[in-house]
């Protein structure tokens, strides 16, 4: 019989599963028995109030806070009970991107992006630069190669951002707020790729937000190439639809798990207000 690890391993398996997963700070209870499965090259999509635990999720997937109960699996590999230096190889395989970008002021877009490269490799330049380049060419931001952080707009920072994330080509992109004090249009470039390294490049995806326009967006749109190779984003076909799912968290728990439709056609007066 195959170990659970095995299981977990496999391709179109679950790359994230939480099981009765608990975490409070004193006495403030921040997630309570929150249990979800993501599979692989799917998205989950985490909606909820302020302090309702939407972030917390993504610090105990990439080892910054330690679950107080329950099981945590990323990739096959349990992570709730693994040592710092045991979490460096499942964090290999993950990418963050926070809500202000968070980019090197001091260094170029080539530097960021080809940061982790540089520091933590010993490849050579020229290969470097051509994934630097690869994934700048991806965003559509290659001739920004050369500039600072402070000669780019909000959205190109996000973008840059996001090429840095999957520089290292990671399995799952972790995205927390990526698109908040952004304008729509502006914001809907930042969704375009997120939806473009799901679909393209069969990226996980974690997506906390609390921009309902953009959590729909990503949810109801995927990206195809043309048959000269463009890419474009356009309206998911139903079966599409379905790999993206929301969760919605309040008080802790996971009060609504599905796809779009389901949630927009919810009953439940909670949900109602927060939608509306």
Known sequence: MATAREVLGKPGAPAVVFDHVRLAFDE???????????IKGHTKIIL???GSGKSTVLKIIVGLLRSDAGVVWVNGERVDQMTERQLMSVRADLGMIFQEGALFDSLTVRENVGYKYFEETDMPIEQVDRRVE??????GLS??????PSELSGGQR???????????????LLYDEATTGLDPITATTVDDE?????DLEGVTSIVVTHQLRDAFYIATHMAVRDGSGAVRVVPATPEKA?????I?????????????????????????????
């Open 242 to 246: 379905d790999e993206a799912e929301f």
């Open 48 to 50: 909820g109030a302020s």
């Open 28 to 38: 403030k209870v921040v997630l309570d028995d929150l249990s979800f499965t993501l």
């Open 158 to 172: 996000r973008r840059v951002a996001i090429a840095r994330a999957m520089a290292f080509k990671p399995g799952i």
């Open 248 to 276: 919605m968290l309040k008080d802790g728990f996971i009060c609504f798990e599905g796809n779009a439709e389901e949630l927009r056609r919810s009953s439940d007066p909670y949900l109602k207000a927060f939608l509306s």
């Open 143 to 148: 001739e920004h190669i050369y500039k600072m």
């Open 194 to 198: 997120i939806i473009k390294l799901r």
């Open 134 to 139: 690869e994934v700048l060419g991806f965003i």
